[in-house]
């Protein structure tokens, strides 16, 4: 049996995947905006902004914001089983199946747009990423802000895991289904391959200047505050980014 070619239609199919609703529905229920989102999201959304939530999965970010007062927002996500779910758990938000790399909306229709929880590295190939930051640039107003999280390597190059896949890419023997170096493909939920990219930092202010965005703040989780216990466990120390357009 052939492998499958990994992109956007492999990412999709894996967020359909019960497994991964179950997750996102129970963390949509249980836990809601980490705190540390919360800070910032308070911080530079404004109760009358336009806002869309891409890759709101089962709707964590955005039924949470909405009940916060932030009334105008839009949950968009690839996977049409996440949106059938949070549909069913907030009738009163508009909840949209959308691809990032490709936006339907005209330009300069949203105040801000938001992509949490490492959302955007689930995008395979630099080109497409690059995609969905000029679409989101575009379907941003001007002064608008895109905010989002992404895990970095530049904190785990030390690390075996990172020091052995350097040396494969080096020698060209990694796994020809992955195209950048930082992709990997973890078992997880019980799903034996999903796809992300642990990108470095200057890769990300690239992309982002590319995209025509200007990076206004980045900074690790950790350095906004520490979660519970039961939710650090399930964090990496991701950087938050607030680019503007
Ligand atoms: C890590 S999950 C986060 C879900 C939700 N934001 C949360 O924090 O609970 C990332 C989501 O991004 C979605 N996604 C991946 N690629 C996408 C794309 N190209 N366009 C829109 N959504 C995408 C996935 O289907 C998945 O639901």
Known sequence: MSLKIIDNKFVKEIYNKTEMINYYTDISHSIGLFKCEKILLEKHLNFEDKILDIGCGAGRTTISLYNMGYKDIIGLDIAEEMIKCAKSLCSNIDFVV????????????????IFSFNGIMLIPRRESRLKALKEINRVL?????????????????????????SIKWKHRNYNRRLYEFGDILIDDFGIEEIFIHIPKISEVIECLNEAGF??????????????????????????????KK
Do not use: H
């Not at 970095?152 to 052995?164: A, G, I, Q, R």
């Not at 350095?223 to 939710?231: A, G, L, M």
């Open 141 to 165: 107003k001007n002064g608008g802000y895109f905010i989002f999280s992404t895990p970095y390597l530049d904190n785990k190059l030390e690390s075996k895991f990172w020091t052995d896949e």
């Open 214 to 243: 200007e990076v206004a703040e980045y900074m690790p989780r950790l350095n906004i505050c520490s979660e519970e216990e039961r939710i650090e466990e399930q964090l990496d120390d991701e950087l938050f980014w607030i680019a």
């Open 98 to 113: 959308g691809d990032a790399t490709k936006l339907e909306y005209n330009r300069e229709t949203f105040d801000k747009c």
